[in-house]
């Protein structure tokens, strides 16, 4: 098995379970005429993420890492017509691109995008949660060293029944060296490691291959914030 194999495999699942829309292309394309890294998540993932949206009938989604709006666009498309996407981006460049493939998608009004530090806009946001609803469904795909963080924030920002999904927790399977001086890798092994004992979730990993290589996502199903 190999990546060759691998992206054909993922090429053949989007001629057939998910074909794809223009909407979706142009955003694929924007990003990459405005060179942003191409780490957007695969359609079938994209796909995924909208399942998960409507399976945990979502109407308020947050997203830590918007890049060009692609994952934006299959989460927003999971929702109800008054339902809303948060998604924080540090790069006002990144923001730019994805507000106008929101825009060409015609998710303008669904999606809020909200640029700066992660760090610093979740504190804002937790403040004006007090006066609005938590989130049913973050997806946490920023920068790694900081997992740990966005998933305590995530934690606060949630309801049981909220679904919280990190991506990128294997890392071609770096995640098991323990003395790995990747802070990517520390990042993921720190939030391991609060999942190892952490009550208010229940939370699993999945391993993952395709046309982005060899990697994976934790998923973690608030039980109760008590
Ligand atoms: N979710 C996107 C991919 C996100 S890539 C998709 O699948 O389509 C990661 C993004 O996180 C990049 O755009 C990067 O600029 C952004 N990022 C990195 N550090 C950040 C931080 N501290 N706060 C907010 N966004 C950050
Ligand atoms: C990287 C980031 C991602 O969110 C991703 O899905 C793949 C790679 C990266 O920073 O290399
Ligand atoms: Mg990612």
Redesign the pocket.
Known sequence: MNQEQWTAVDRYIGETVVPSDAALDAAIEASAKAELPA???TPNQGKLLQIFARLVHARRVL??????G??TIWLARALPEDGRVIS????PK?AEVARSSIERAGLSKKVEIRIG???DTLPKLAAEAQKKDPFDLIFI???KA?IPEYFTWSLKLSRPGSLIIVDNVVRKGAIVDAGSSDEDVQGVRRLNDMLATEKRVTATTIQTVGSKGYDGFTLALVNSLT
């Open positions: 780490i957007a998540v997203e830590i890492g918007t890049l060009g692609y994952s924080l981006e540090l790069n990144h530090r992660a760090l795909d920023a920068d900081s």
